[in-house]
């Protein structure tokens, strides 16, 4: 079955930088978009960042751009989103999110808070 597996989040001063990390398994990962998302608390879902099955084209929130890269390695069928210069409002949790075969999967996410 297709199973999305994050990692990398923690607790991280403002200004800090990380890099999460998302796993796939089960599909072929390499001909599939990939998405983050994140999701405060209170706040709905918003995406954060896409990139294309090969990594070419790739796609941002305003609030994010110059700071968070996406990326991926399809031989490692693993996307990547690093963070840099964190802000308190990027406190959330990210999830990963595939579609295949017309069918949405999302990862358990992983938590992210920014705080001094």
């Known amino acids: 079955q297709v199973l999305l597996v994050e990692s990398g989040g923690g607790l991280v001063q403002p200004g800090g930088s990380l890099r999460l990390s998302c796993a796939g398994s089960?599909?072929?990962?390499?001909?599939?978009?990939m998405r983050w998302y994140r999701q405060a608390p209170g706040k709905e879902r918003e995406l954060v960042a896409g990139?294309?099955?090969?990594?070419?084209?790739?796609n941002y929130v305003d609030s994010v751009k110059g700071r968070f890269t996406i990326s991926r390695d399809n031989a490692k069928n693993t996307v990547y989103l690093q963070m840099s210069s964190l802000k308190p409002e990027d406190t959330a949790r990210y999830y990963c999110?595939?579609?295949?075969?017309?069918?949405?999967?999302w990862g358990q996410g992983t938590q992210v808070t920014v705080s001094s």
């Open positions: 999110y595939a579609r295949y075969w017309n069918l949405d999967y």
């Open positions: 990139i294309s099955s090969g990594g070419g084209s790739s």
């Open positions: 089960g599909f072929t990962f390499s001909r599939t978009a």
